[in-house]
């Protein structure tokens, strides 16, 4: 099967389920965990932060953030595609009690003139705006990454306005691993991070929550109360630490197979354009003549799997368990569809 659907359907290697089998565990809502621990002590290190909190999913780690940072009726700004808004199920509404201030920016990302544009005057009849939330790189942008000074301006609007600064860093590594970019800058602009381990870097579950002691402290607690406070789950946490060991430097990999089936894509009868593609995400916009759901399907009649992203579109991801074989099958494939 050529999965190209995204880099979540990445299976454990033997490798990082040898590193699972053999870590310690304990209880992890008593922190008696010692693998857990020490993945959160590694991940707040890296990007010179106090404390960090392991969860389920990216979406429980925004969910908490954005509880945490704000109070009911606030308002949080951020792009109109990012996944805290678009992918979350209405999280922010329906967790948080939040209002939203959506900007139309560049393929995800906005600038520091947006941000200070949206942030509401101290007006009785308006939300109070609290918190800017970032997506470095933006999914449903096709994968883009952010100018780093862009950011650093933010943050100063922020500071200067009161507002907490979040990263949804589901894909921070991809970013990273592009610009040689270090994880303590992405720590000094931002007051929280989270980030995923089961996307590009291969892991089954889960997701890390990064700031100061004072809000990883307030959102264990919320945590416990979404329900996601877990027991055993070093064998989880031993997955993490082994991809931010072995799995990061290699998403680089994955960038250069994503360039060749944008490259092979471009080539194709039936699409009009590719998106920027600066990392592992591919998006292709399809020809007006051509429907959606045949390529979809006629892709899949050759086992390849993509996904309809928007309408006329479709995404490819790049993955840890597609290799330059399956490349090369891919693009012949692309090539002859239609
Ligand atoms: C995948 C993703 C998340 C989190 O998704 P989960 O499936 O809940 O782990 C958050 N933000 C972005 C940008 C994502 O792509």
């Not at 139309?104 to 003139?113: K, L, Q, S, W, Y």
């Not at 096709?142 to 862009?150: P, R």
């Not at 579109?313 to 368990?321: E, G, M, P």
């Amino acid at each position: 099967m050529l999965d190209y659907r995204s880099d979540t359907v990445t299976r454990p290697t033997k490798a990082m389920k040898e590193a699972m089998m053999n870590a310690p565990l304990g209880d992890d809502v008593f922190e008696d965990d010692p693998t857990i621990n020490r993945l959160e002590a590694k991940a707040a290190e890296m990007f010179g932060k106090e404390a960090a909190l392991f969860c389920a999913s990216g979406t429980m780690t925004n969910q908490i953030a954005i509880n945490v940072h704000t109070n009911p009726g606030d308002e949080v700004i951020c792009d109109k595609l990012s996944h805290i808004y678009y992918y979350e199920g209405g999280g922010i509404a329906r967790n948080s009690g939040a209002s939203v201030m959506l900007l139309d920016g560049d393929h995800g990302r906005f600038t520091a003139e947006m941000v200070k544009n949206a942030i509401n005057p101290d007006d009785i009849h308006r939300p109070i705006s609290r918190l800017v939330s970032a997506e470095n790189t933006c999914n449903k942008g096709g994968g883009v990454i952010w100018d780093s000074e862009e950011l650093e301006k933010i943050a100063l609007v922020c500071k200067r306005n009161g507002l907490s600064f979040h990263l949804d860093g589901a894909r921070l590594f991809n970013a990273l691993i592009e610009t040689g970019e270090s994880t303590e800058s992405v720590g000094n602009t931002f007051d929280t991070i989270s980030i995923c381990l089961s996307k590009g870097l291969g892991c089954p579950v889960g997701s890390l929550l990064i700031g100061d002691r004072q809000f990883i402290k307030h959102s264990r607690r919320v945590r416990k109360v979404f329900g996601g406070g877990m027991r055993q789950a070093g064998m989880l946490a031993a997955a993490g630490i082994y991809a931010l060991d072995h799995n990061v430097e290699r998403l680089k990999e994955d960038h250069e197979r994503g360039r060749e089936i944008a490259e092979s894509l471009e080539e194709g009868s039936w699409v009009r354009s590719v998106m920027p593609s600066q990392t592992n995400i591919i998006v292709a916009e399809l020809n007006d003549n051509v429907s959606q759901n045949v390529v979809l399907d006629k892709l899949k009649e050759k086992d390849v799997h993509a996904m309809g992203f928007g309408p006329g579109r479709i995404r490819f991801v790049t993955h840890l368990d597609i290799n330059d074989e399956m490349i090369q099958k891919t693009k012949q494939i692309i090539q002859t569809l239609l």
